[in-house]
């Protein structure tokens, strides 16, 4: 599987379609990313599998496939990409840095768990956008949608809006319906089934 991916991506990834993209990505979780057996999740609960999208963002050939990717499901109005550090930070930078080879840069923003202990002590790093900013917030692995909601709470905090939360997985337990409850529309890459279900084929 390792041999295939290094080769979908030598050939592929220059002029690859969107359609061949999620293909490459989902071969990369399924390999690097997607483990079995006895887990606790940020949310607390317990679980029989695992997905650290880490695995897959800090590498460059996913970092580069994921930036695609979510850059091309950005709105047109979009000015910035957010998310709660640590799982979002390669996102929204992989995403910012396409967005400048397509010749339409949009900065990234990193959302603290806490604020900055000095300096400004701000809980935001990146750019100070204008009041009312479209800003989109990004997540690799939504569970109950709990982590994401933080960075829509502190982005709004300052006066920008979230109209949208885009998610590489789901892994389809209540984080959808959390978001819609909230108003926000959620969208992801790949739902949990998506994944398993390769990850057994292969």
Same mark, same amino acid.
């Given at each position: 599987?390792?041999?295939?991916?290094?080769?979908?991506?030598?050939?592929?990834?220059?002029?690859?379609?969107?359609?061949?993209?999620?293909?490459?990505?989902?071969?990369?979780?399924?390999?690097?990313?997607?483990?079995?057996?006895?887990?606790?999740?940020?949310?607390? &609960?317990?679980?029989?599998?695992?997905?650290? =999208?880490?695995?897959?963002?800090?590498?460059?050939?996913?970092?580069?496939?994921?930036?695609?990717?979510?850059?091309?499901?950005?709105?047109?109005?979009?000015?910035?990409?957010?998310?709660?550090?640590?799982?979002?930070?390669?996102?929204?930078?992989?995403?910012?840095?396409?967005?400048?080879?397509?010749?339409?840069?949009?900065?990234?923003?990193?959302?603290?768990?806490?604020?900055?202990?000095?300096?400004?002590?701000?809980?935001?790093?990146?750019?100070?956008?204008?009041? =009312?900013? &479209?800003?989109?917030?990004?997540?690799?692995?939504?569970?109950?949608?709990?982590?994401?909601? &933080?960075?829509?709470?502190?982005?709004?905090?300052?006066?920008?809006?979230?109209?949208?939360?885009?998610?590489?997985?789901?892994?389809?337990?209540?984080?959808?319906?959390?978001? &819609?409850?909230?108003?926000?529309?959620?969208?992801?890459?790949?739902?949990?089934?998506?994944?398993?279900?390769?990850?057994?084929?292969?």
């Amino acid at each position: 599987m390792k041999t295939k991916i290094a080769s979908n991506l030598s050939v592929l990834i220059p002029g690859a379609s969107l359609t061949q993209l999620r293909e490459i990505l989902l071969d990369l979780f399924c390999v690097y990313a997607y483990r079995e057996g006895d887990f606790v999740l940020s949310s607390g &609960q317990s679980s029989s599998y695992y997905i650290n =999208g880490k695995e897959v963002a800090l590498r460059a050939e996913g970092a580069l496939v994921i930036g695609r990717l979510l850059f091309s499901l950005l709105p047109e109005n979009t000015d910035a990409v957010a998310g709660l550090t640590l799982g979002a930070d390669p996102l929204v930078t992989a995403v910012s840095v396409v967005s400048a080879l397509e010749n339409r840069p949009i900065p990234a923003l990193i959302v603290r768990k806490e604020a900055k202990g000095h300096g400004t002590k701000a809980y935001i790093e990146g750019p100070e956008l204008k009041p =009312g900013a &479209q800003v989109v917030v990004l997540e690799d692995v939504v569970t109950t949608g709990r982590s994401a909601m &933080q960075a829509v709470e502190r982005l709004e905090a300052v006066g920008y809006q979230v109209p949208e939360i885009i998610a590489l997985i789901d892994r389809e337990q209540g984080g959808e319906q959390f978001y &819609q409850a909230q108003g926000l529309k959620f969208r992801a890459i790949f739902s949990l089934a998506e994944i398993q279900n390769k990850a057994k084929a292969t």
